[in-house]
């Protein structure tokens, strides 16, 4: 985030229209306008404020946020005039891209049909401290006719405010358009789903789906304290761009691919920024630099999104096996896996794309964790307990979230031989050893030779020629028959899955020949991997702990 101190039209001295107040709780006032033009969306925003202390201060406006740069190419027509302490600040918010770049959805959507933007997106405004007490009303009254409205503050209603932490304003989320509103309940709060776009599923479908999510994690923490939620399902733009999403103040927003089902790549995606909700958002105040912490907040959610979809009945237990040996096979085969703590935040300093190991390192650490701490107490306790006393402490007061205070926590359910362990794997990065009965009685452990994933001819040509090329000689590709010049008239690839075979249809002089085998290519290593167990299907009721 940038900030700059913008010139003036009109320079007047503030006058202190505050002398009685010291501390005012600041009000800004946000007015919309939707303009479309020549097929495209201009929004047009006004800001204005009463003088006093915060007159002359520094305005940001948006420059890059989560992958997205060079934002402020979105800002047109910046205006700041001060007239006699009154501050008013009108620009136009523009689409700031024309191919889609990756992460669309970290840019500021304005599409001829709908917008959906953030506050550190979209949003010029002020210099504060997030923890500064706000006041900050939002006039969508000029919104066009027929568009729905559903933001972090309400929906529907085209006058809205909010009072609070300027840190909650600076985190919200405002969509509007051609969205589909639909309202549910969770234990009488309401939840909002808006939808937009058309889809392989019903907007029934993507409400029930989310709904079980969210209402699975929130009686998973019993803890219903949320006055209103919205969750937002789009697309990046009118074209396809990828899917991602995140959380914001009471939302949460989904981006999707055109044509992609509500599978476990979506599902899991809203079960871990759900869960950040309370890990570490419930738990307390995360450091400045909270990268130092991504082993807990990132890797434990990333073991929760798998665990709780297993609970609730949306992953399978074969599944939730097959995902914890893919990030088994993540942690134990990075080059990464042993760098320390300090390293990983020295690393992100410099490049941030190298913040993958916190995700599977802390994920398996949770893993060994649960289990020794069910070894432990009996089965009396187990990683729960653990993150439901983390919440607890945080209750009342808000104590900072730190490694040691997480560490302190865990020596109530572990012994001291098991916290120095714990220690050593989140700090110092030494291998975790793998549980072997961690999945209880239904999976069981063996140590199995990983592959890479070798197709053995030329990708490129198969894509984009149908044509064998570039066989590998000795390959898994060349044994089953494949050669130079083949024609292919069907594929099946389940690309980087070395357990499942490949099969093309080839055409020969012999005519139309079914080929299949497996890309395996050298091998990566030894890793210890889950196998169901015969009790997995003798008795698959006793799977889920
Ligand atoms: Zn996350």
Known sequence: ??????????????????????????????????????????????????????????????????????????????????????????????????????????????????????????????????????????DWRKLLPGWSLATSFGAGDRLQSFRGTWGEVNNALFAGGDFRIYQRDISGRPVIVAIRSNWQFTDEEVAVRILKVISFERAFWRDYNFPYYLVTVSTFGRDDGGSGGGGFTNAFALFLQRGSSFGYGVQSLLAHETFHTWNPYRMGVLPDSSIGMSWFTEGFTTYYQDVLLLRAGLLSFPEYVQHTN??????????????????????????????????????????????????????????????????????????????????????????????????????????????????????????????????????????????????????????????????????????NDVSKPVQLTVHTEGGSKAVEYYPRGSSLGLIPQYHLSAEASSSPDHCVQ
């Open 326 to 495: 893919e990030n088994l096979r993540k942690y134990l085969l990075s080059p990464a896996r042993n760098v320390t703590n300090q390293e990983v935040i020295e690393r992100h300093r410099v490049d941030s794309a190298s913040d993958v190991i916190p995700y599977s390192r802390g994920a398996t650490t949770a893993l060994w964790l649960d289990s020794t701490i069910r070894k432990g107490t009996r089965g009396k306790s187990s990683l729960d307990t653990l993150m439901f006393d983390l919440v607890r402490q945080a209750r009342r007061r808000k104590p900072a979230l730190t490694a040691e205070r997480v560490f302190r926590t865990a020596g109530k359910y572990i012994d001291a031989a098991a916290l120095q362990q714990l220690r050593e794997y989140a700090e110092l990065g030494k291998t975790i050893p793998v549980p072997a009965a961690a999945l209880g009685p239904c999976a069981t452990l063996q140590m199995n030779d990983i592959p890479t994933f070798e197709l053995g001819i030329d990708r490129e040509a198969l894509i984009s020629q149908h044509t064998v090329s570039g066989v590998k000689a000795g390959s898994a590709a060349f044994e089953a028959g494949l050669r130079d010049g083949q024609q292919v008239t069907r594929t099946n690839i389940y690309w």
């Open 1 to 138: 985030m940038r900030c700059v101190l913008l010139t003036t039209v009109i320079v007047v001295c503030p006058i202190s229209v505050y002398a009685s107040h010291p501390h005012p709780t600041i009000v800004l006032n946000y007015a919309f306008k939707p303009l479309v033009n020549n097929g495209k969306l201009v929004m047009r925003i006004l800001l204005q404020f009463q003088g006093g202390p915060i007159e002359n201060a520094d305005l940001v406006v948006p420059t890059t946020w989560g992958d997205a740069k060079d934002l402020d190419k979105g800002i047109a027509n910046l205006k700041n005039v001060h007239e006699a302490g009154h501050v008013r600040i009108s620009y136009d918010l523009v689409k700031d891209w024309v191919v889609p770049p990756s992460r669309a959805d970290h840019h500021a959507i304005l599409e001829p049909e709908y917008f959906e933007f953030n506050t550190q997106n979209g949003l010029v405004h002020p210099k504060f401290a997030t923890t500064t007490r706000v006041e900050v009303r939002f």
